[in-house]
């Protein structure tokens, strides 16, 4: 089973930068970091869950909604079991849970998920 654990929430104004981790733990590691694809959703007050970055399990193919294109990058360290999210240039619309997730190999959707961290782009 693998865990995922979200840290780098908090409070910026807009036009702040915030960089999101995601650590990744337990026996699913067995065979690595490398053998999941890797996920970023957020969830605004009152909306549905949406992704907004992926990276596969190459790490070669990235998806980044049109929303956060250009100001989101995506990343991850296989051999530290890390997953991070730099948010750069930040919007008010970009406040909301922020979630890892990941996909194992063979599954076909992101179905591992952590607990989420908080962020607030106010001034």
């Known amino acids: 089973q693998l865990q995922l654990v979200e840290s780098g929430g908090g409070l910026v104004q807009p036009g702040g930068s915030l960089r999101l981790s995601c650590a990744a733990s337990?026996?699913?590691?067995?065979?690595?970091?490398?053998?999941?694809?890797v996920a970023w959703f957020r969830q605004a007050p009152g909306k549905e869950r949406e992704g907004i970055s992926c990276?596969?399990?190459?790490?070669?193919?990235?998806y980044y909604a049109d929303s956060v294109k250009g100001r989101f990058t995506i990343s991850r360290d296989n051999a530290e079991n890390m997953v991070y999210l730099q948010m750069n240039s930040l919007k008010p619309e970009d406040t909301g849970v922020y979630y890892c997730?990941?996909?194992?190999?063979?599954?076909?959707?992101?179905?591992?998920w952590g607990q989420g961290t908080q962020v607030t782009v106010s001034s």
């Open positions: 990276n596969s399990m190459s790490g070669g193919d990235t």
């Open positions: 337990g026996s699913g590691l067995q065979l690595g970091l490398q053998h999941y694809a």
């Open positions: 997730a990941g996909q194992r190999n063979g599954d076909t959707q992101f179905n591992i």
